[in-house]
T-cell receptor
Framework: KAGVTQTPRYLIKTRGQQVTLSCSPISGHRSVSWYQQTPGQGLQFLFEYFSETQRNKGNFPGRFSGRQFSNSRSEMNVSTLELGDSALYLC??????????????FGEGSRLTVL | EDQVTQSPEALRLQEGESSSLNCSYTVSGLRGLFWYRQDPGKGPEFLFTLYSAGEEKEKERLKATLTKKESFLHITAPKPEDSATYLCAVQAYNQGGKLIFGQGTELSVKP
């Protein structure tokens, strides 16, 4: 069974640019979450989507956005990049229902470097 | 505020030297507590979910336990391949799939 797939794995951008990251969840999983991981802050929740609707959102500025498609695939976008956005962005999928969230399974991540 | 604190930050063991990692948490309505393992440059790998105080789960050399305030990950007779960062996270009711993570414990097992 294929795991969570994230693309691209590595990317380098400059300040002010925008970036789009993609995530394909495990087949049958309807919930997709995004996390930012940095050495100083650890893993921090960005947002969660279930059935194309944002179910929860973390404390990040509006420059961070996401969406989920009807096939459960998800994208996240960061606009007007800042140096502090350099991080490992992790996508996780879950066999979740409307009221219950299950275990999260993570992809390998997209390593973003902002110069 | 929901919070997770892990200790120690780093732990160095000799192969075969058993030890425990601690995860203290405060959460308004615990739905589940999760343990993950993360290798450098990779995403976290799911290990265990614990739902209620007194629950225990085992997998190979790892055993996770849960009380109302903390969880322990016991490592029995570790091997070098157990070297990784171990992450603890909590999930609250009415928060969907959101996990709140601790900073992790970096475990190094020397042969």
């Amino acid at each position: 069974k294929a795991g969570v797939t994230q693309t691209p794995r590595y990317l380098i951008k400059t300040r002010g640019q925008q970036v789009t990251l993609s995530c394909s969840p495990i087949s049958g999983h309807r919930s997709v979450s995004w996390y930012q991981q940095t050495p100083g802050q650890g893993l921090q929740f960005l947002f969660e989507y279930f059935s194309e609707t944002q179910r929860n959102k973390g404390n990040f500025p509006g420059r961070f956005s996401g969406r989920q498609f009807s096939n459960s695939r998800s994208e996240m976008n960061v606009s007007t990049l800042e140096l502090g956005d350099s991080a490992l962005y992790l996508c996780a999928s879950s066999l979740a229902g409307r009221q219950v969230a299950g275990e999260l399974f993570f992809g390998e991540g997209s390593r973003l470097t902002v110069l | 505020e929901d919070q997770v604190t892990q200790s120690p930050e780093a732990l160095r063991l000799q192969e075969g030297e058993s030890s425990s990692l601690n995860c203290s948490y405060t959460v308004s309505g615990l739905r589940g507590l999760f343990w993950y393992r993360q290798d450098p440059g990779k995403g976290p790998e799911f290990l265990f979910t614990l739902y209620s105080a007194g629950e225990e789960k085992e997998k190979e050399r790892l055993k996770a336990t849960l009380t109302k305030k903390e969880s322990f990950l016991h490592i029995t007779a570790p091997k070098p391949e157990d070297s990784a960062t171990y992450l603890c996270a909590v999930q609250a009711y009415n928060q969907g799939g959101k996990l709140i993570f601790g900073q992790g414990t970096e475990l190094s097992v020397k042969p």
